[in-house]
């Protein structure tokens, strides 16, 4: 039964994937804000998703973090490692995060539930350009690096600019400096404003957002009334081969326009 729903999206699904100009959305019940059962659904959906689109035999995900995949990956279902041998990497760096949230966490939960395999980028989110030059030559981190280009699918949350900013431990200059840029979102070390466009940025080691769209599938994550701002701002600038997995609670916001 979910892969026939996975086949056949809602009505408010369509509606939603077109208002976005992504390929496809997956909308569970409820609000996120309210309800934590969400991120069950959310978890199985991503994994149907998954199911789904992954090629049989090696298969490389490459995950970024964030507390909603953080909520999510324990409901990913150890089928989806049949015939197929999982190998999970982390996007970036995130040294300095919450370790429970941090991509190094959900690769190794995602792999143990999968019966994969994980690689770890213990290297702090923000590095300087002279940093980032010579670490992307070190073998251990040329090694994750070159399995993130060959990613067969990208798991990515959206998050909020202030909030992501504060996580960061950016200070109050800092912060206000993002809010004159009008930033609402943040994804793959970009801060994008209401229009999508990137008002500032920070240097990642990792998945660099351009090069995304040479990833065949990719999944966005985010759910809960709040993110809604968030996920509007973000999409004009996903790829198209995107699949959003959200709730009711941010698509309802999205397609009233608010
Ligand atoms: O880059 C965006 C964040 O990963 C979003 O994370 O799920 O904790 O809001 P979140």
Same mark, same amino acid.
């Given at each position: 039964?979910l892969l ?12 939603l $994937? =077109?208002?976005?100009g992504?390929?496809? &959305? *997956?909308?569970v !019940?409820?609000n996120?804000d ?5 991120f069950e ?30 909520k999510s990956?324990?409901?990913l279902?150890?089928g989806?490692?049949?015939n197929r041998?999982?190998?999970?990497v982390?996007g ?14 959900i690769?190794?939960?995602m792999a $143990? =539930? ?5 690689? &770890? *980028?213990?290297l !702090? ?8 030059k010579?670490l992307i030559r ?9 399995d993130?280009?060959?990613s ?6 959206i998050g909020?600019?202030?909030?992501m900013?504060r ?5 109050s200059?800092?912060?206000?400096e ?5 930033a609402?979102t ?8 209401e229009?999508g466009k990137v ?8 998945l660099?957002f ?5 990833i065949?599938?990719i999944?966005?994550?985010?759910c809960g009334?709040?993110?809604?701002k ?6 004009p600038n996903a ?17 009233k326009?608010?």
């Open positions: 039964p026939d729903r996975l086949f056949n999206a809602g009505e408010t699904e369509v509606a $994937a =077109k208002k976005l992504i390929e496809r &959305t *997956l909308i !019940p409820g996120a309210l309800q934590d059962r969400v659904e959310m978890g199985e959906e991503l994994s149907s998703a998954l199911n789904l689109l992954l090629p049989l035999g090696h298969s490389i995900v490459t995950l970024l973090g964030g507390t909603s995949l953080a990956a324990r409901y279902s150890p989806l490692g049949n041998q999982l190998e999970f982390p970036r760096g995130a040294l300095g995060e919450n370790v429970e949230t941090q991509s190094n966490t690769v190794q939960e $143990a =539930k999968t019966s994969g395999t994980y690689k &770890t *980028l213990y !702090p989110e923000q590095v300087s350009d002279d940093a980032y010579s070190e073998s251990s981190i040329a090694d994750v690096l070159q993130i280009s060959q067969d699918a990208v798991i990515h949350g909020l600019a202030q909030e900013a996580r960061r431990g950016y200070n200059i800092k912060l206000s993002l809010r004159e840029k009008k609402v943040e994804c793959f070390g970009c801060f994008f404003d229009n008002v500032d940025r920070i240097a990642q080691v990792g660099q351009e090069n995304l769209y040479k065949p599938h999944f966005a994550f985010a009334a709040r993110k809604a968030a996920i509007k701002a973000y999409m790829p198209h081969q995107t699949w959003l997995i959200t709730d009711e609670g941010a698509s309802n916001m999205i397609l326009g608010k």
